[in-house]
T-cell receptor
Framework: AQSVTQLGSHVSVSEGALVLLRCNYSSSVPPYLFWYVQYPNQGLQLLLKYTSAATLVKGINGFEAEFKKSETSFHLTKPSAHMSDAAEYFCAVRYFQGAQKLVFGQGTRLTINP | AAGVIQSPRHLIKEKRETATLKCYPIPRHDTVYWYQQGPGQDPQFLISFYEKMQSDKGSIPDRFSAQQFSDYHSELNMSSLELGDSALYFC???????????FGPGTRLTVL
């Protein structure tokens, strides 16, 4: 079954520190991969996406992610955390073979400490 | 830029009542998706429509039905509501069913 796993339901970092949110997918065929952010009581906002072009993808708000086929990973990073980055982050996958739906990971709640 | 519009934003219903959620996609988008996000959970795909035809189906209960109309807006009809139906319901739209999905702000349904 198609799935995506996010390691760590809660991540806490200090303001200015590196942010690393982990995502692994299960598939022998590289899918489309996405990172979404959800602020409290709001909808899902697309941060970035991988669609088989460049393996290093840059998104909004200074986030980027690197697709590593050998590790089936798509980890999200940001060099320097800001207080406004505190939110829930979801990794999602969509496969080529006719599937349209997004399959989401369990989400990672990012907390920024002053 | 225009975004996905969902109405109502909040809805409170009693058990066994019915509810209708509406979704207005971004202009020119022909594909609509519905997702359900329970408290503290990740969004789960319910159903999608492409050019007014159902295109994919996920874990949507038989008590729920949905359709896409000629103007591409979609409605999710929920009957015999249960406490467990309390969730945030997202609609997303895309241009073509293989392109990026843009999410609406969601409808928060509370069943008492």
């Amino acid at each position: 079954a198609q799935s995506v796993t996010q390691l760590g339901s809660h991540v806490s970092v200090s303001e200015g520190a590196l942010v690393l949110l982990r995502c692994n997918y299960s598939s022998s065929v590289p899918p489309y991969l996405f990172w979404y952010v959800q602020y409290p009581n709001q909808g899902l906002q697309l941060l970035l996406k991988y669609t088989s072009a460049a393996t290093l993808v840059k998104g909004i708000n200074g986030f980027e992610a690197e697709f590593k086929k050998s590790e089936t990973s798509f980890h999200l990073t940001k060099p320097s955390a800001h207080m406004s980055d505190a939110a829930e982050y979801f990794c999602a996958v969509r496969y080529f073979q006719g599937a349209q739906k997004l399959v989401f990971g369990q989400g990672t709640r990012l907390t920024i400490n002053p | 830029a225009a975004g996905v519009i969902q109405s109502p934003r909040h809805l409170i219903k009693e058990k066994r009542e019915t509810a209708t959620l509406k979704c207005y996609p971004i202009p020119r988008h022909d594909t609509v998706y519905w997702y359900q996000q329970g408290p503290g959970q990740d969004p789960q795909f319910l159903i999608s429509f492409y050019e007014k035809m159902q295109s994919d189906k996920g874990s949507i209960p038989d008590r729920f039905s949905a359709q896409q109309f000629s103007d591409y807006h979609s409605e999710l009809n929920m009957s015999s509501l249960e406490l467990g139906d309390s969730a945030l319901y997202f609609c997303a739209s895309s241009l073509g069913f293989r392109n990026e999905q843009f999410f609406g702000p969601g409808t928060r349904l509370t069943v008492l």
